[in-house]
């Protein structure tokens, strides 16, 4: 079975572009997370979707967005990028069973973003 | 609001000695909380989680950890270091659902022959 698969895996842009990250999640599952880790923040959640609604949401600025697709991929976009934007994005996914969310999230490898 | 503190930043200790990594809790109601392991380049395993049922938790790779209500504490052990469990971990608090964790800043272990 194939685990959370993020795209891309690293990228540099530089201040003021905007850029796409890309999440497909375990298949089955329907609900996506995102997670941004930095050396000075740590992992700070970003957002929730499922299916196709985001359903929780962090303390980011809206450059922060993001969506779900139906088919439960789903995709963040940070837009007029800052250097403190440079960070690892880690995407997860998590099965909900019929007693409700099963607990585990699953991460992918992240996409690490620079911003020069 | 919930948070977690995880104490020491990094830890050594030797092949084949006890692995204890701190982590304490602040939440003003009953958390899940939760330990996740991360290898360099690598995203996030979930080792194991304690959501109300048997205070002492049994998760992957021989690690364990036992829910201290009284001392808000949900310490990892491991009774004996392997090389391979050289890697950063990171205790989390939930309390509005599973997907929304509240990460600790995350521990290094290193472990040496």
């Known amino acids: 079975k194939a685990g959370v698969t993020q795209t891309p895996r690293y990228l540099i842009k530089t201040r003021g572009q905007q850029v796409t990250l890309s999440c497909s999640p375990i298949s089955g599952h329907r609900s996506v997370s995102w997670y941004q880790q930095t050396p000075g923040q740590g992992l700070q959640f970003l957002f929730e979707y499922f299916s196709e609604t985001q359903r929780n949401k962090g303390n980011f600025p809206g450059r922060f967005s993001g969506r779900q697709f139906s088919n439960s991929r789903s995709e963040m976009n940070v837009s007029t990028l800052e250097l403190g934007d440079s960070a690892l994005y880690l995407c997860?996914?998590?099965?909900?069973?019929?007693?409700?969310?099963?607990?585990?999230?699953?991460f992918g490898e992240g996409s690490r973003l620079t911003v020069l | 609001a919930q948070s977690v503190t995880q104490l020491g930043s990094h830890v050594s200790v030797s092949e084949g000695a006890l692995v204890l990594l701190r982590c304490n809790y602040s939440?003003?109601?009953?958390?899940?909380l939760f330990w996740y392991v991360q290898y360099p380049n690598q995203g996030l395993q979930l080792l194991l989680k304690y959501t109300s049922a048997a205070t002492l938790v049994k998760g992957i790779n021989g690690f364990e950890a036992e829910f201290k209500k009284s001392e808000t504490s949900f310490h990892l052990t491991k009774p004996s270091a392997h090389m391979s469990d050289a890697a950063e971990y990171f205790c989390a608090v939930s309390v509005t659902g599973f997907q929304k964790l509240v990460f600790g800043t995350g521990t290094r272990l290193l472990v040496s022959p």
């Open positions: 997860a996914s998590s099965l909900e069973g019929l007693a409700g969310r099963t607990g585990e999230l699953f």
């Open positions: 939440s003003s109601v009953p958390p899940y």
